[in-house]
């Protein structure tokens, strides 16, 4: 039986760590960026590990 599809969308946005945790980039940093604060931007740059809950779920997609 053939290996089953992962979904690409998912592959694109979701890395693996070493340690087997999901690492995510955040939202809300691609368009409208003047009315944002500098500091809400600064925050924003850095990424981020998905929530424990979520984990599951996401590793069965990528």
């Not at 693996?16 to 500091?39: F, M």
């Amino acid at each position: 039986m053939p290996k089953m599809k992962g979904k690409s969308g998912a592959k694109k946005r979701f890395t693996l760590t070493g340690t087997g945790k999901i690492k995510r980039v955040k939202a809300y940093r691609s368009h409208i960026l003047t009315k944002k604060s500098t500091k809400r931007k600064r925050k924003l740059r850095s990424s981020t590990l998905v929530d424990a809950v979520d984990a599951a779920r996401i590793k069965k997609i990528i």
